[in-house]
């Protein structure tokens, strides 16, 4: 019984990678708000709750702030293999924010992304949303990742609002 119920936990954190359907061609995220908001021909597709990063509310401006970006950026590519059950890249910094950052002589960071929660926790679920917890990325769970996954293409703009 116990190999069953371990087999089944297993199967239901596989990530799904159905084909991409686009149904968006915009995201807003609003981080005081923890809202993401997808968007065709500016009409709402459908909204999400999102964690952010723990380093508070203000704009990223370096490497391990842990805090979330804010700007226009795309989504500028998927990782099916994620730590947090999938994920989309966007595609911070800018030009203009990667050479405020060397300006200052710090690095601007990167890697932040749309991702599910980390592997091996997605039975915590909509729970995540109870605090900021990411190293900057916006996180939903993994059935959300998923949905947003298979209906955002590569290049769809986003954008991240205080």
């Known amino acids: 019984m116990a190999f069953v119920t371990l087999c089944l936990f297993s199967f239901l954190q596989t990530p799904r990678r159905d084909p991409i359907t686009p149904t968006a061609d915009r995201i807003i995220v609003e981080k005081r708000a923890h809202r993401m908001t997808m968007l ?9 709750r999102i964690a952010l990063g723990r380093g508070g ?11 979330v970006p804010e700007g226009i950026y795309r989504i500028s ?8 059950h999938l994920s989309l ?12 950052a060397r300006k200052v002589g710090t690095d601007p960071g990167g890697d932040i992304m749309i ?8 039975w915590i679920g909509a729970q995540h949303r109870r605090l900021d917890w990411t190293q900057g990325c916006i996180a939903v769970t ?4 998923e949905e947003i996954w298979r209906t ?7 954008e991240i609002r205080p």
């Not at 065709?40 to 999400?48: A, L, S």
């Not at 590519?77 to 947090?84: I, T, V």
Request: charged share 25%.
């Open 89 to 100: 890249r966007i595609s911070y910094p800018t030009p203009a924010q990667a050479s405020a």
């Open 115 to 122: 991702h599910g929660i980390r592997n091996g926790l997605g």
């Open 57 to 67: 509310p203000e704009p990223k401006t370096r490497s391990g702030d842990n805090r």
């Open 142 to 145: 993994n059935a959300e990742v």
């Open 40 to 48: 065709k021909q500016g009409q709402v597709v459908k909204t999400y």
């Open 77 to 84: 590519g998927r990782n099916p293999d994620s730590a947090y």
């Open 152 to 158: 955002v293409p590569d290049n769809v703009e986003i």
